[in-house]
């Protein structure tokens, strides 16, 4: 499971027109689901997301979490992340999960941040989804729960 992580003052995304998630200081959380993906890929990126140290302190370092700052989540799939476009023109998606298996786990992990008492908001599974965000720093992280980087 990939993980891209932005820092952000806001986040929403919206389908065809219509606001289906919206958060206000937290993470834009856009996620992936690789092929084989199961409960220790998704428990990884869960808490990393609930545990990651990227909110400064009162001395201006990064040292608190989200939960620390009362902050919220957007989850966004994108199983763009687990594109590959080392050879050629056109990126191979071969490796990304198929829906049947992403769209369970992307549930999971959003009931497990809420089961942390971090607020979540998401995107529409399958959907062509307009997100938009005011990066706060710009603070962006990459996650990967196979450590591929």
Request: charged share 20%; with cysteine.
């Amino acid at each position: 499971m990939r993980c891209v992580v932005q820092r952000v003052k806001w986040a929403k995304v919206e389908v065809e027109g219509a606001l289906t998630g919206q958060i206000g200081p937290g993470f834009l959380a856009l996620v992936g689901c690789q092929e084989g993906d199961g409960p220790q890929d998704m428990g990884y990126i869960l808490d990393k997301l609930c545990t990651l140290r990227l909110f400064e302190d009162e001395q201006g370092k990064m040292n608190l979490s989200i939960g620390q700052v009362g902050g919220a989540i957007l989850l966004v799939s994108q199983f763009t992340l687990l594109g590959d476009g080392r050879h050629g023109r056109r990126p191979s998606f071969s490796h990304a999960a198929r829906p049947e298996l992403a769209q369970p786990m992307l549930d999971q992990l959003a009931q497990g941040i809420r089961d942390r008492g971090i607020p979540v908001s998401t995107g529409k599974f399958q959907a062509h989804m307009e997100v938009s965000l005011l990066n706060d720093g710009p603070v962006t992280l990459l996650l990967d729960s196979r450590k591929g980087f």
